[in-house]
Protein backbone atom coordinates (compact mmCIF):
# COMPACT_ATOMS: atom_id res chain seq x y z
CA UNK A 1 0.00 0.00 0.00
CA UNK A 2 1.24 3.54 -0.75
CA UNK A 3 0.68 6.62 0.63
CA UNK A 4 0.40 9.70 -1.29
CA UNK A 5 0.20 13.46 -0.52
CA UNK A 6 -3.17 15.02 -1.95
CA UNK A 7 -1.79 17.05 -4.00
CA UNK A 8 -4.92 19.36 -5.28
CA UNK A 9 -5.66 20.23 -1.68
CA UNK A 10 -2.12 21.30 -1.25
CA UNK A 11 -1.68 23.43 -4.51
CA UNK A 12 -5.32 24.95 -3.34
CA UNK A 13 -3.63 26.22 0.13
CA UNK A 14 -0.98 27.64 -1.91
CA UNK A 15 -2.64 29.54 -3.78
CA UNK A 16 -4.85 30.38 -0.86
CA UNK A 17 -1.63 31.58 1.20
CA UNK A 18 -0.45 33.54 -1.26
CA UNK A 19 -3.88 35.25 -1.36
CA UNK A 20 -3.62 36.12 1.86
CA UNK A 21 -0.33 37.18 2.00
CA UNK A 22 -1.05 39.62 -1.35
CA UNK A 23 -4.67 40.53 1.19
CA UNK A 24 -2.79 41.22 3.72
CA UNK A 25 -0.74 43.88 2.09
CA UNK A 26 -3.68 45.56 0.48
CA UNK A 27 -5.57 46.16 4.06
CA UNK A 28 -2.30 47.59 5.20
CA UNK A 29 -2.36 50.07 2.81
CA UNK A 30 -5.69 50.95 2.96
CA UNK A 31 -5.74 51.22 6.19
CA UNK A 32 -2.37 53.31 6.41
CA UNK A 33 -2.58 55.52 3.19
CA UNK A 34 0.99 54.44 2.26
CA UNK A 35 1.98 52.79 -0.75
CA UNK A 36 5.11 52.20 0.54
CA UNK A 37 5.33 51.60 4.04
CA UNK A 38 9.15 49.86 3.90
CA UNK A 39 12.05 50.02 2.05
CA UNK A 40 11.43 46.32 0.64
CA UNK A 41 7.97 47.83 -0.91
CA UNK A 42 9.44 50.18 -3.46
CA UNK A 43 13.49 50.63 -2.92
CA UNK A 44 13.76 53.37 -5.89
CA UNK A 45 9.81 55.07 -4.76
CA UNK A 46 11.73 55.17 -1.22
CA UNK A 47 14.63 57.02 -1.82
CA UNK A 48 12.73 59.20 -4.27
CA UNK A 49 10.05 60.12 -2.06
CA UNK A 50 12.69 60.73 1.04
CA UNK A 51 14.50 63.28 -1.50
CA UNK A 52 11.17 64.92 -2.22
CA UNK A 53 10.26 64.72 1.39
CA UNK A 54 13.54 66.51 2.71
CA UNK A 55 13.21 69.18 0.04
CA UNK A 56 9.78 70.10 1.37
CA UNK A 57 10.94 70.61 4.93
CA UNK A 58 13.55 72.53 3.41
CA UNK A 59 11.18 74.72 1.30
CA UNK A 60 8.51 75.40 4.52
CA UNK A 61 11.23 76.82 6.37
CA UNK A 62 13.02 79.11 4.08
CA UNK A 63 9.21 80.36 3.24
CA UNK A 64 9.05 80.82 7.50
CA UNK A 65 12.18 83.18 6.34
CA UNK A 66 10.41 85.20 3.54
CA UNK A 67 7.34 85.45 5.72
CA UNK A 68 9.59 86.82 8.46
CA UNK A 69 11.80 89.24 6.21
CA UNK A 70 8.73 90.70 4.78
CA UNK A 71 7.51 90.84 8.44
CA UNK A 72 11.31 92.42 9.10
CA UNK A 73 10.76 94.96 5.87
CA UNK A 74 7.36 96.08 6.60
CA UNK A 75 8.20 97.26 10.05
CA UNK A 76 11.29 99.35 8.59
CA UNK A 77 8.93 100.47 6.08
CA UNK A 78 6.86 101.81 8.81
CA UNK A 79 9.06 103.76 10.91
CA UNK A 80 10.59 105.41 7.27
CA UNK A 81 7.20 106.28 6.40
CA UNK A 82 6.74 108.27 9.67
CA UNK A 83 10.05 109.74 9.53
CA UNK A 84 9.51 110.86 6.04
CA UNK A 85 6.19 112.60 7.44
CA UNK A 86 7.47 114.38 10.25
CA UNK A 87 11.04 115.45 8.01
CA UNK A 88 8.61 116.89 5.65
CA UNK A 89 6.79 118.96 7.88
CA UNK A 90 9.87 120.21 9.34
CA UNK A 91 11.10 121.06 6.14
CA UNK A 92 8.13 123.15 5.70
CA UNK A 93 7.76 124.67 8.80
CA UNK A 94 11.74 125.81 7.77
CA UNK A 95 10.40 127.27 4.56
CA UNK A 96 7.91 129.14 6.66
CA UNK A 97 10.72 130.32 8.71
CA UNK A 98 12.42 131.52 5.69
CA UNK A 99 10.13 134.45 5.43
CA UNK A 100 10.59 137.96 5.88
CA UNK A 101 7.68 138.91 7.68
CA UNK A 102 8.47 136.73 10.61
CA UNK A 103 9.14 138.01 13.70
CA UNK A 104 12.02 136.82 16.30
CA UNK A 105 8.85 135.73 18.54
CA UNK A 106 7.60 133.68 15.35
CA UNK A 107 10.85 131.72 14.77
CA UNK A 108 11.25 130.90 18.29
CA UNK A 109 7.83 129.06 18.06
CA UNK A 110 8.56 127.81 14.93
CA UNK A 111 11.93 126.84 16.38
CA UNK A 112 10.68 124.86 18.91
CA UNK A 113 8.09 122.63 16.99
CA UNK A 114 11.36 122.10 14.93
CA UNK A 115 13.08 120.50 17.63
CA UNK A 116 9.77 118.48 18.85
CA UNK A 117 10.10 117.37 15.54
CA UNK A 118 13.35 116.11 15.27
CA UNK A 119 13.12 114.56 18.78
CA UNK A 120 9.98 112.31 17.20
CA UNK A 121 12.55 111.35 14.37
CA UNK A 122 15.44 110.19 16.71
CA UNK A 123 12.42 108.40 18.89
CA UNK A 124 11.00 106.51 15.91
CA UNK A 125 14.65 104.94 14.43
CA UNK A 126 15.44 103.91 17.86
CA UNK A 127 11.85 102.04 18.47
CA UNK A 128 11.65 100.78 14.98
CA UNK A 129 13.02 97.04 15.79
CA UNK A 130 12.16 93.28 14.54
CA UNK A 131 12.91 90.53 17.02
CA UNK A 132 15.30 92.57 19.10
CA UNK A 133 17.06 93.82 15.64
CA UNK A 134 17.43 98.23 15.63
CA UNK A 135 16.48 97.99 11.90
CA UNK A 136 17.03 102.19 12.01
CA UNK A 137 19.09 102.75 14.96
CA UNK A 138 22.61 101.23 13.80
CA UNK A 139 24.13 100.28 10.64
CA UNK A 140 24.83 96.98 9.75
CA UNK A 141 23.67 94.29 7.11
CA UNK A 142 21.31 91.48 8.14
CA UNK A 143 21.63 88.02 6.07
CA UNK A 144 18.96 86.07 5.40
CA UNK A 145 18.93 82.71 3.70
CA UNK A 146 15.69 82.35 1.20
CA UNK A 147 16.45 79.52 -0.79
CA UNK A 148 17.09 75.90 -0.29
CA UNK A 149 20.53 75.76 -1.66
CA UNK A 150 23.54 77.28 -0.45
CA UNK A 151 24.16 80.84 -1.28
CA UNK A 152 20.38 81.88 -1.71
CA UNK A 153 21.16 84.95 0.52
CA UNK A 154 19.40 88.05 0.55
CA UNK A 155 21.26 91.20 2.52
CA UNK A 156 18.77 93.75 4.14
CA UNK A 157 20.48 96.88 4.67
CA UNK A 158 20.06 98.24 8.49
CA UNK A 159 20.81 102.32 8.61
CA UNK A 160 21.66 104.99 11.66
CA UNK A 161 19.03 107.38 11.75
CA UNK A 162 19.27 108.48 15.00
CA UNK A 163 20.73 111.68 16.75
CA UNK A 164 24.27 110.41 16.80
CA UNK A 165 27.92 111.08 15.09
CA UNK A 166 27.48 107.70 13.12
CA UNK A 167 23.92 108.67 11.90
CA UNK A 168 23.08 108.57 8.18
CA UNK A 169 21.06 111.94 8.58
CA UNK A 170 23.61 113.89 11.52
CA UNK A 171 23.15 116.90 9.36
CA UNK A 172 19.45 116.80 9.99
CA UNK A 173 19.79 116.86 13.76
CA UNK A 174 21.87 120.16 13.80
CA UNK A 175 18.82 122.03 12.85
CA UNK A 176 18.05 121.63 16.43
CA UNK A 177 18.51 124.47 18.79
CA UNK A 178 22.23 125.54 19.58
CA UNK A 179 23.33 123.09 16.16
CA UNK A 180 24.65 125.28 14.29
CA UNK A 181 21.65 125.05 11.90
CA UNK A 182 18.72 126.28 13.23
CA UNK A 183 16.91 128.72 11.66
CA UNK A 184 16.85 131.12 14.67
CA UNK A 185 20.44 131.88 13.37
CA UNK A 186 18.08 133.05 9.95
CA UNK A 187 20.92 130.88 7.55
CA UNK A 188 17.53 128.60 6.25
CA UNK A 189 19.69 128.11 3.14
CA UNK A 190 22.15 125.62 5.35
CA UNK A 191 19.04 124.20 6.99
CA UNK A 192 17.38 123.43 3.64
CA UNK A 193 20.54 122.01 2.87
CA UNK A 194 20.66 119.38 5.33
CA UNK A 195 16.91 118.43 5.34
CA UNK A 196 17.14 117.63 1.38
CA UNK A 197 19.82 115.66 1.99
CA UNK A 198 18.91 113.69 4.51
CA UNK A 199 14.86 113.51 2.81
CA UNK A 200 16.65 111.58 -0.30
CA UNK A 201 18.61 109.07 1.88
CA UNK A 202 15.73 108.32 3.64
CA UNK A 203 13.57 107.83 0.31
CA UNK A 204 16.70 105.85 -1.12
CA UNK A 205 16.36 103.56 2.13
CA UNK A 206 12.71 102.87 1.63
CA UNK A 207 13.28 102.46 -2.52
CA UNK A 208 15.53 99.60 -0.87
CA UNK A 209 13.14 97.78 1.21
CA UNK A 210 10.17 98.08 -1.20
CA UNK A 211 12.54 96.20 -4.19
CA UNK A 212 13.50 94.09 -1.30
CA UNK A 213 9.74 93.71 -0.58
CA UNK A 214 8.75 92.83 -4.01
CA UNK A 215 11.78 90.20 -4.05
CA UNK A 216 10.61 88.29 -0.96
CA UNK A 217 6.78 88.28 -1.93
CA UNK A 218 7.40 86.81 -5.71
CA UNK A 219 10.00 84.18 -3.76
CA UNK A 220 6.91 83.42 -1.34
CA UNK A 221 4.52 82.90 -4.38
CA UNK A 222 7.36 80.58 -5.80
CA UNK A 223 7.89 78.32 -3.36
CA UNK A 224 4.52 77.97 -2.52
CA UNK A 225 3.47 76.61 -6.00
CA UNK A 226 7.14 74.50 -6.07
CA UNK A 227 6.10 73.35 -2.85
CA UNK A 228 2.35 72.46 -3.86
CA UNK A 229 3.89 70.17 -7.35
CA UNK A 230 6.45 68.83 -5.25
CA UNK A 231 4.30 67.82 -2.76
CA UNK A 232 1.84 66.08 -4.94
CA UNK A 233 4.75 64.12 -6.55
CA UNK A 234 5.60 62.99 -3.34
CA UNK A 235 1.55 61.73 -2.91
CA UNK A 236 1.82 60.20 -6.04
CA UNK A 237 4.85 58.03 -4.81
CA UNK A 238 3.85 57.27 -1.26
CA UNK A 239 0.20 57.48 -0.85
CA UNK A 240 -2.03 55.00 -1.55
CA UNK A 241 -4.80 54.66 -4.70
CA UNK A 242 -7.94 53.55 -2.09
CA UNK A 243 -9.99 52.49 -5.18
CA UNK A 244 -7.40 50.33 -6.39
CA UNK A 245 -6.26 48.70 -3.09
CA UNK A 246 -9.91 48.34 -2.17
CA UNK A 247 -10.98 46.39 -5.77
CA UNK A 248 -7.60 44.37 -5.30
CA UNK A 249 -8.39 43.36 -1.53
CA UNK A 250 -11.93 42.26 -3.23
CA UNK A 251 -10.07 40.13 -5.34
CA UNK A 252 -7.86 38.25 -3.33
CA UNK A 253 -11.04 37.73 -0.81
CA UNK A 254 -12.96 36.24 -3.97
CA UNK A 255 -9.82 34.09 -4.64
CA UNK A 256 -9.79 32.77 -0.76
CA UNK A 257 -13.09 31.89 -0.88
CA UNK A 258 -12.26 30.16 -3.72
CA UNK A 259 -9.62 28.62 -2.47
CA UNK A 260 -11.63 27.12 0.68
CA UNK A 261 -14.33 25.24 -1.99
CA UNK A 262 -11.33 24.06 -3.39
CA UNK A 263 -10.09 22.58 -0.63
CA UNK A 264 -12.66 21.05 0.36
CA UNK A 265 -13.46 19.22 -2.50
CA UNK A 266 -10.22 18.07 -2.82
CA UNK A 267 -9.90 16.66 0.64
CA UNK A 268 -13.33 14.94 -0.54
CA UNK A 269 -11.84 13.11 -3.21
CA UNK A 270 -9.63 10.27 -1.12
CA UNK A 271 -12.79 9.61 0.54
CA UNK A 272 -14.90 9.42 -2.31
CA UNK A 273 -11.97 6.61 -3.36
CA UNK A 274 -11.73 5.07 0.05
CA UNK A 275 -15.47 4.63 -0.17
CA UNK A 276 -15.52 2.73 -3.33
CA UNK A 277 -12.49 0.76 -1.47
CA UNK A 278 -14.95 -0.48 1.34
CA UNK A 279 -17.66 -1.21 -0.96
CA UNK A 280 -15.66 -3.11 -3.11
CA UNK A 281 -14.41 -5.35 -0.36
CA UNK A 282 -17.90 -6.04 0.49
Request: charged residues 20%; negative net charge; hydrophobic residues 35%.
Amino acid sequence: MRLSYNMPALIMHMIQNQALDRQSGDLNRISSGCKISSAADNPTGLVQSENISIQLKSLETVTRNVQDGVSMLQTAEGGLNEITSMVQRVRQLTVQAGDGSTTPSDRQTIQGEIDQMLDGINETAKNTEFNGFKLLGETKTISMTVGTNAGDDVNIPQINLTNGEESEISDLYKIQTGGGKDILSGDTDSALSAIDSSLNTIVSLRSKYGALENRFTSSYDNMQELSEKMTDAYSSIRDSDMAEEIMNYSKEGIVIQASNAMISQANKLPQDVLQIIQNFEK
